[in-house]
């Protein structure tokens, strides 16, 4: 069975800190015989809404493998920790190895670059066709055309 948690921490906690807590959840639930299947840092972002004061929080996503206790393990451990401000654990149905969303929106401005130029190749080599097609249709009706009228006077 598969589950994916996500918590916020607190954003006062640094990136390094942050990653130590990640590690020592991990280990909680790798104790109660559960195994860590994904595991994404999504960075510090901004809040829907403000909780305990803060507008901001860092983003991490576990997806775990194992028995209900292994989660519940894990959610007790995140229910202690003081520097977790929110969590949310649901169960998947399916697990997906493609990325999570937030973790696709993340691309580099080198890729984003080479992804709008071939976007941009592609659509000029459309628009060349459409023109091929559309200047190449009017010849084969004037054929057509004249051929008919070669017969008519015929």
Same mark, same amino acid.
């Given at each position: @069975?598969?589950?994916?948690?996500? &918590? ?6 640094? %990136? ?9 959840? /991990?280990?909680? /639930?790798?104790? +109660?015989?559960? #195994? ?11 809040? +829907? ?19 209900? %206790? ?12 003081? #520097?977790?401000?929110? &969590?949310?654990?649901? #169960? ?10 937030? @973790? #696709?929106?993340?691309?580099?401005? +080198? ?6 130029? +071939?976007? /941009? ?34």
């Amino acid at each position: @069975m598969y589950y994916e948690t996500i &918590f916020i921490v607190n954003p006062d906690v640094s %990136q390094e800190n942050t990653e130590a807590l990640t590690n020592a959840l /991990v280990e909680r /639930v790798e104790k +109660a015989s559960g #195994r860590i299947v994904k595991r994404e840092y999504w960075g510090s972002r901004p809040l +829907a809404y403000s909780i305990a004061k803060r507008k901001r929080g860092h983003y991490v996503l576990l997806v775990t493998d194992g028995e209900p %206790q292994a989660v519940e393990a894990l959610e007790n451990a995140i229910r202690l920790e003081e #520097r977790i401000i929110r &969590f949310l654990t649901t #169960r998947l149905t399916e697990l997906s190895d493609a990325p999570s969303p937030l @973790m #696709r929106r993340k691309t580099t401005p +080198a890729e984003e670059t080479a992804s709008d130029e +071939a976007a /941009v190749e592609s659509k000029e080599e459309t628009k060349v066709e459409e023109k091929t097609e559309a200047t190449e249709e009017p010849k084969v009706e004037d054929e057509v055309a004249k051929a008919a009228d070669e017969e008519a006077s015929a």
